[in-house]
């Protein structure tokens, strides 16, 4: 049953439903850290610092991480990483000190959290869908954005009803009770992942010349530079509107409830924009799909730069919602064209790096132009400016086959209808 191709629905749920919970619990921690500055004195710059080190850690561990999956599995990986998620979220409710939040959320969940999202799931997915590969990442990385839609009431129920130690203990107990012994029945490496490792276990010549991917060899690689440059660009805005995003919406004359009917409305586009790209990128070239989507979300920065009426402050909103989370299938997807299936845990892992460490520049920039200038304007213009240049960098993206042994055909190579390898299918 396992390797039945029918299988591959369950491991798609399975993913979905990780996303869903796991990111929609961070993308809601916000609602967290008001009642934490109250009650421990922290300032805003402490919170910040804190928010700013797990987007980093997040890259920086990311290649690391990657090489976990390559060698084996991503099925383990994110077993192990659901536990170290739970265990932390667990020991976040009984903090009562800051170095404690540093270290537990700034530095260890965001560990545990990259080996349960974007990465992990990209990896796992491509290793069992060889036809319609875009649209099935797009399906389960649409559960990013869903997430804070699940979750933030249900957070917020436990935090207005009990307090803000039950609430973090609840998502724990999500963590741990339901999505643990989901992913622990149900998820496996796919048929891809298997011809995989079979082949690193034999002394042959496919395995001897098996690359040896570093960031310093891909840097060296103009398809590297264009596509972690562009998820920089990504990564940026991204993190820039989910930290600014409603206080950019009152600083032009809107209320709470007008940017948070905003934001919802974003995060909802967002959904169906992620699965419909995936799905355009298995029938039209995938870096002219992204292209697209770096060059619309830029001009929806631009809208919001000189939004003066809420008919321009929603405009901007449907554009950058519909784009908001479209770059993961395709970036993900693409680094498993450039380099291989076999080595797409370690450079989709580096090519993720660029992503978080424009998120963890983009609010910093953010707060201090908004400091200087009273306004977004400017910052909103230059992150335009930024996205444009990652659309004309994907777009003379150069995704050709090299004569590395990252492009061996065990890359597409899934169960045929008599049981044997049909090494012959090319994704």
Not at 130 to 137: I, K, M, T, V
Not at 252 to 263: E, M, P, R, S, W
Not at 334 to 342: D, K
Not at 381 to 410: E, R
Request: hydrophobic share 50%; with cysteine; glycine share 10%.
């Amino acid at each position: 049953m396992k390797t039945n191709s029918n299988y591959r629905w369950f491991i798609l749920g399975v993913c979905f439903l990780m996303l869903l919970i796991n990111s929609g619990i961070v993308l809601s921690f916000g609602i967290f850290l008001p009642v934490l500055r109250e009650q421990f004195a922290w300032t805003a710059t402490h919170v910040s610092l804190v928010l700013a080190s797990f987007m980093l850690m997040q890259g920086l561990f990311s290649p690391k991480i990657g090489s976990l999956i390559d060698r084996h599995g991503p099925r383990k990986v994110i077993i192990a990483g659901i536990i170290m998620f739970g265990v932390i979220l667990a020991a976040l409710s009984q903090i009562n000190a800051f170095w404690q939040f540093a270290v537990l959320y700034g530095f260890l969940a965001a560990i545990a959290y990259t080996t349960t999202t974007l990465l992990t799931n990209a990896v796992l997915i491509s290793g069992w869908f060889s036809e319609n590969r875009g649209l099935a990442l797009g399906i389960s990385m649409s559960g990013f954005p869903l997430g804070p839609l699940f979750m933030t009431p249900v957070l917020t129920f436990f935090l207005l009803n009990y307090d803000w130690r039950t609430a973090i203990l609840a998502a724990a107990g999500i963590v741990l009770v339901i999505l643990f012994p989901l992913a622990f029945l149900l998820l496996r490496d796919g048929p891809g992942h298997t011809a995989i490792k079979n082949s690193l276990t034999q002394p042959d010549k496919q395995a001897d010349s098996s690359p040896n991917w570093t960031i310093l060899t891909l840097l060296s690689d103009p398809r590297y530079r264009r596509l972690a440059g562009a998820y920089f660009t990504c990564g940026f805005s991204m993190a820039l509107i989910m930290a600014h995003f409603h206080n950019f919406g009152q600083n032009i004359g809107f209320d709470l409830a007008t940017t948070a009917q905003a934001f919802s409305l974003m995060s909802l586009l967002a959904f169906i924009g992620t699965i419909t790209s995936g799905k355009m990128s298995d029938i039209l070239e995938r870096k002219v799909i992204l292209a697209i989507i770096y060059f619309v979300r830029g001009l929806s920065f631009i809208i919001f730069a000189f939004a003066a009426s809420i008919e321009m402050f929603y405009l901007g909103a449907t554009l950058f919602g519909i784009f908001w989370t479209a770059t993961g299938p395709l970036t993900s997807a693409l680094s498993g064209e450039c380099w291989g299936l076999e080595s797409m845990g370690k450079t989709f892992g580096a090519v993720f790096l660029g992503h978080q460490i424009g998120a963890s520049i983009g609010p910093i920039l953010g707060g201090m132009s908004f400091d200087a200038t009273g306004s977004y304007r400017w910052i909103f213009l230059f992150t335009a400016l930024i996205l444009i240049s990652g659309s004309l960098a994907v777009k003379g993206l150069n995704v050709v086959p090299d004569n590395s042994p990252s492009k061996s055909m065990v890359f597409c190579t899934m169960p045929s209808a008599n049981g044997g390898q049909n090494s012959s299918r090319n994704c």
